[in-house]
């Protein structure tokens, strides 16, 4: 998988991924964050981390399984999903571009083994960040997603777009982050 120049593209990188893998994307269509549904709504419309808001929803750490990555000099491309507590429960999909470059050579690190969630490990480090949702969005569902989540029954997954920006507006990554429905 190559990785492009980011684009202004919302769905960046999650389309990479799906092209990568021979995937169609599903329909997706923007929506302002007053008509997402709860529990969506108080998970996604914030300036802060999905990690903490999840832990904070589900009374359980979060784990983190990826499922793809790719690493280069200043950038590590990942598919993943987030797992609450002991039961493993997946209940949020990411696909993420980490600008390696704006990070410590021990930070970096720690990103690309990627024991644990970008917002808990940057939480954890002390590290000043926030994010800036560029959209809010409902995804059509398909068995990509369907399978990911074991939910063969679900019609829509909610998510966002997001910016993870640092010190001076630096941009950090960006993520386009769907919920369990």
């Not at 108080?42 to 990690?51: E, F, N, Q, W």
């Not at 969630?117 to 068995?143: K, M």
């Not at 029954?153 to 909610?158: H, L, M, T």
């Amino acid at each position: 998988m190559q990785t492009p120049p980011p684009s202004q593209d919302l769905l960046y990188p999650l389309g990479l991924f799906r092209a990568a893998a021979g995937q169609p994307l599903p329909d997706a269509e923007v929506l302002s964050g007053e008509l997402l549904p709860e529990p969506a709504r108080t998970l996604l419309v914030h300036r802060g981390d999905m990690t903490s808001r999840l832990e904070a929803h589900f009374g359980a750490p979060m784990g983190l399984r990826v499922l793809r990555c790719e690493t280069s000099p200043d950038r590590y491309l990942r598919e993943v999903v987030l797992l609450a507590g002991p039961a493993r429960l997946p209940v949020e999909y990411g696909a993420i571009e980490i600008r390696l470059d704006a990070f410590g050579d021990t930070l970096r690190n720690e990103i690309v083994e990627a024991r644990e969630p970008l917002g808990g490990l940057l939480n954890r480090s002390g590290f000043r960040y926030w994010s800036e949702p560029r959209a809010f969005i409902r995804l059509g569902a398909d068995s990509v997603m369907r399978e990911l989540f074991g939910t063969p029954e679900a019609p829509c997954f909610y998510g966002r777009c997001n910016v993870l920006l640092g010190e001076g507006g630096v941009e950090l990554a960006r993520i386009v982050e769907l919920l369990r429905p």
